[in-house]
């Protein structure tokens, strides 16, 4: 079931603490640049403090080659906009996606 029509079902909304009724918010990487003078990639997306947040690239996305980039891996939310920077050489080609999960502390609650 998808109540706002943006093409993510109202389960996933619920584990990224968007509002399914609102068309607008949804987990997404909000922006991603690139400054190939000094080999810069910037990644930003907003979270949830309720949530954890991991990225993750890949070289080739359709082979399911998929691997967790160091440092951005079950980052707790801020409730705000969330910043990833990589300052090593820029690969020819990477491809970026974001999961967020519920941490297990929610799982256990009474």
């Given at each position: ?12 909304e ?74 090593t ?22």
């Amino acid at each position: 079931m998808d109540g706002d029509g943006d093409s993510v079902p109202n389960g996933h909304e619920y584990v990224s603490d968007t509002d399914p009724l609102d068309a607008a918010e949804y987990c997404r990487i909000a922006s991603l640049g690139v400054s190939n003078s000094v080999s810069v990639v910037r990644i930003t997306w907003p979270s949830s403090s309720n949530r954890l947040y991991t990225l993750r690239h890949s070289g080739t996305p359709g082979a399911g080659g998929w691997s967790n980039v160091a440092d951005c891996t079950d980052l707790p939310g801020n409730g705000s906009v969330m910043v990833w920077t990589n300052r090593t050489p820029i690969v020819p080609r990477r491809f970026y996606r974001l999961s967020v999960e519920l941490p297990l502390r929610l799982y256990l609650s009474p």
